[in-house]
């Protein structure tokens, strides 16, 4: 039974039955494990064990770090601590008290993953106090009903298979919730069920109704932090908080970070970004059986005018771009249609229909190279790149980002097609790298690595090396050994080395040079922070990926390098 608003502990038993708790599931503790529970079991049977137990769960004094330590045996008891506190918790999912139903639901929870016995016995209990609680008027309780179907449907999804029609028909419902925290933990179930590997067809029916849903979270809400931040034109500096921290990604032997540098200049996971990722998965699970209740939707938001409804052509586009590899063979007839219709999108006037527009057109860059063997697909690829070139050099700093990412991966895909128009591409990425601040001249590092990667051997000509080398060297120059914005240079090095081949030798000995003092400076601050500096592996791996590249570039010729320091 729940702790009554009125109730409170008895100083005396409060502090006895939170000093068990703690000596039971700190670390450091030295006392009798077994002895303590024995305790808590004796107070478990006082009337008013519940209550106390409440008190200490709303204080939030049974923390929510430590559900092994509960999950543990214990010398010379015969349940685990779990086996004690798992009844009374769904006891508490009945309690009059939001704040209580949502700290017990909260605890249960986290015991999904682990998936004790003590639960795994008492799952029809707890799906029972799900759907008791699934409509229940506190927010944060739904939130927590929502996160418990994910996990489940994640990790154990035989448990709501007798119920699946019913826990779709819900998480349906509550996508829509006026609350966008919840919509967001009912969103993150689409995924999760194709994840899962679960029968498509028992979602299948539910999609006519689930694909505008999806459309209309896809919408930017008016407190988005993207629109507050969009308006930032390139003449603004980078604040700290803008640039995350980089790690290096090694070419050669990977990275032991795992991070993904390429993220969104909003890293906020919200209801949009979440819808979207949804549609992606759902395009890939069911192709193109989605379309014929995607395609009007996004067609009627196409076709809406006026500044009023910019957000939901931004929408319709973003959708587009989703669906764009798991839906291609009912798209791909339409491709030229879908382009021509993109490109002029790029020219906008609002920044994130130009940014979400280079984005989507980047998602179909695979198939816009396919079609470059015939005179309209070649033309078609010329649009293209022209257009993403142009807004490389867009003043909004969000349209910069988007651009420059899509054309990264419109090179990789063109790889030679790129040759012919190599001179017009240099001159604008340059333009780039002077313009650019710190954030977005990372991704212009990336664009001139993946250009060098993509064209190779072509890029060894005087004409090119005279726009490409001399801002690159300056930039060199300017940064010192124990700045992290080395690392995208020295990325990009290694990529032009690797591609110039001997052609790099004009340029090979400084590089050389400056590699070894790097690994010499890291060297000596390992043994000496205080006149070296902090020591960071970073640069040592960053710094023998680009020798690795000139080794593989100059081949032989690294030798005359090498001899001075035999």
């Keep these: 039974m729940a702790a009554p608003a009125s109730w409170q502990p008895q100083e005396e038993g409060f502090k006895e039955i939170c000093g068990l708790l703690e000596q039971q599931i700190s670390p450091s503790s030295t006392a009798d494990k077994s002895q303590i529970w024995q305790q808590l079991q004796h107070y478990s049977q006082f009337p008013d064990f519940n209550n106390y137990l409440a008190f200490i769960l709303a204080r939030g004094e049974i923390c929510e ?20 506190l798992l009844p009374r918790f769904l006891q508490f999912f009945q309690s009059p008290h939001s704040s209580l139903k949502k700290l017990s639901l909260g605890s249960v929870n986290q015991y999904i993953m682990l998936m004790p016995s003590a639960l795994f016995t008492s799952m029809d209990q707890y799906l029972q106090g799900l759907f008791v609680l ?39 419902q509550v996508n829509k919730d006026a609350d966008d925290e919840v919509a967001l933990e009912a969103c993150e179930f689409w995924s999760a069920y194709c994840d899962a590997q679960l029968p498509p067809e028992n979602l299948k029916e539910f999609l006519p109704r689930l694909l505008p849903v999806l459309l209309s979270n896809m919408v930017y809400a008016d407190d988005d932090e993207s629109l507050l931040e969009v308006e930032e034109d390139e003449s603004l500096p980078d604040r700290d908080q803008d640039l995350k921290p980089r790690f290096h990604s090694s070419r ?54 006026g500044d009023a409804a910019w957000k939901d052509r931004e929408a319709a586009v973003l959708a587009l771009g989703a669906v764009a590899e ?12 879908i382009v021509a219709f993109l490109i002029p999108l790029l020219d906008d006037k609002f920044p994130l229909i130009r940014s979400i527009s280079c984005w989507t057109l980047s998602r179909f860059s695979k198939f816009i190279v396919q079609d470059t063997g015939h005179q309209n697909g070649h033309e078609q690829f010329d649009r293209v790149l022209m257009g993403l070139l142009r807004r490389i ?52 590092y990336d664009a001139i690595g993946t250009l060098a990667d993509a064209v190779g051997q072509e890029l060894n000509q005087p004409v090119y090396l005279e726009i490409l080398m001399p801002p690159l060297i300056a930039k060199w120059q300017q940064l010192p050994n124990s700045d992290k914005d080395l690392f995208p240079l020295l990325e990009c090095f290694t ?9 790099f030798t004009q340029f090979a000995l400084p ?36 020798l690795s590249g000139l080794v593989e570039g100059l081949g032989g010729g690294i030798e005359s390098l090498v001899f001075p320091f035999i």
């Design 252 to 305: 050669f032997h990977g990275s032991e970070n795992l991070e993904d540098d390429d993220d969104d200049i909003v890293n906020v996971w919200n209801l949009r970004k979440c819808s979207a990722a949804a549609l992606d998965v759902l395009s890939n699970v069911f192709g193109d059986e989605i379309l014929p209740t995607l395609m009007p939707i996004i067609q009627a938001k196409l076709a809406t005018s």
């Design 393 to 444: 050099l867009d003043t909004n700093k969000r349209v910069q980002e988007a651009a420059c990412s899509a054309f990264a991966t419109l090179e990789e895909e063109a790889a030679e097609e790129l040759a012919p128009r190599l001179e017009v591409i240099l001159q604008h990425l340059m333009c780039a790298f002077g313009k650019y601040q710190r954030r977005n001249l990372r991704i212009v």
């Design 326 to 337: 798991g839906c291609i063979n009912g798209l791909y007839p339409h491709l030229s249609e």
């Design 65 to 84: 770090d430590i559900p092994q330590v509960l999950d543990s045996d214990v010398p010379g008891l015969a349940e685990r601590p779990i086996n004690i």
């Design 134 to 172: 699934a409509n229940d008027p506190a927010t944060e309780v739904r939130k927590l009903v929502c996160a418990a179907f994910v996990q489940l449907i994640e990790v154990r999804p035989s448990f709501l298979e007798p119920h699946l029609r019913n826990v779709i028909e819900y998480m349906l």
């Design 511 to 546: 590089v050389f040079q400056r590699c070894i003092d790097i690994i010499q400076t890291q060297q000596l601050a390992k043994v000496d922070p205080v006149s070296a500096g902090a020591y960071d592996k970073e640069f040592i791996v960053c710094a023998l990926d680009l």
């Design 495 to 503: 990529s032009i080395a690797q591609a110039l081949g001997t052609g």
